[in-house]
């Protein structure tokens, strides 16, 4: 299923080149600022993103520790029960909630469950209508009754036959009327009750359906549903339809609720587990250019020539090991010339003493030797010393 999500995130990426239409390594804080309210982050959190980076330039690996921060509760676990797992899913009239449905159980028959559903919205026209034909497309069990009847009933009965027939899921539609509407919560509650009585610690998951399209304005319903019921669990839908992609994080933070699935498509299949790194990385790959991408162009590019580093590295040329310094000194004598009108044995006696003055402190002949002197290099400095020979020994002078 990787990829998915990336893929869903086309129509945000077009909107966040509107602000920002090439690729960079950096960007300026005030540039952040408008690529994430272009991708509809609410305005709120965009400020403490902002204040939360104290850097000038921000790179990608900055502003994606950022950015996953506000996805810090989107991970979910899955409560432990007692089977059948019973599921209810909330949400308005419009946001895909019958289509999510049938995608959960879709998921769920792939996975090798036996799955029931029972068509609990009893108030809007045709959604029983609906969701039976999904069943019977997707060869799944369904029990439902008429409209106008008490959705509660549908429930109880739902989880009674899945218990007597061994079934792994049960999934249950609610009415999607305004969350403003008093009747509403309290047919909610009721159903949250039934379902206790019905199957202890039903429903074992409360999954709340939001529109991607309406982006940030998601938020007041959420925040409704979950002061109703209580919310376990978020799925967005309409994620490739929609611009506004970064309203996820707005969700995410505002609600600190688990981010389940999110819906990538039309089909039956098209339903992904939310991954924050890879929602993260899709948004920024639209943003950023990548780092291997600019370093080879700066290896390709012809460096100018620099007169101290060639100096360096005619000295570090110069430098020898000291073994490979003794071997030349023993090899080539001919280097040291016999200084001339002094008496050989005298000589004789500063050859050899230079010999080992060379050998013990590292030198490094430049010059040949005249008289008592010589211009010699020191092999760990590249400036010229002077040397000389008195008392029977070579120091410096």
Known sequence: MFGFIKKSLNKTVDAIKTVAPKKKLVFTKDEIE????????????????????????????????????????????????????????????????????????????????????????????????????????????????????????????TIDSAKSKNYDNVIIDTAGRLHTQKNLANELKKINRICDKSHNGAPHRTVLIIDGTQGNSAIAQAKAFNEMIGVDGIIITKLDGTAKGGSIFSIAYALELPIIYVGTGEQPENLTPFDKYEFVDGLLDA????????????????????????KVKKVEELKEEPEEIEEKIIKEPKIIEEPKLVDEPQVKQEDESLEIFLKDERLILLKRLSDTKALVNYANTPVDTNIEYKDGKWSYC
């Open 287 to 310: 943003i950023y250019e990548e780092q291997d991408t600019k370093e080879k162009t700066i290896q390709e590019e012809p460096k100018a020539k620099n007169t101290t580093e060639e």
């Open 34 to 157: 408008d690529i994430l309210l272009e991708a509809d982050v609410e305005y709120e959190l965009v400020e403490i993103i902002i204040n939360e980076i104290y850097q000038d330039k921000v790179t990608r690996d900055i502003l994606r520790s950022k950015l996953l921060a506000t996805l810090a509760h989107t991970s979910y676990k899955e409560p432990e029960h007692e089977t059948p797992f019973v599921e209810l899913i909330v949400g308005v009239n419009g946001a895909g909630k019958t289509t999510t449905i049938a995608k959960l159980a879709h998921r769920y028959k792939t996975n090798g469950k036996k799955v029931i559903l029972g068509a609990g919205d009893t108030f809007r026209a045709a959604a029983i209508e609906q969701l039976t034909l999904w069943a019977k497309k997707l060869e799944i069990p369904i029990v439902a009754s008429k409209q106008g009847h008490d959705s509660s009933a549908v429930a109880y009965d």
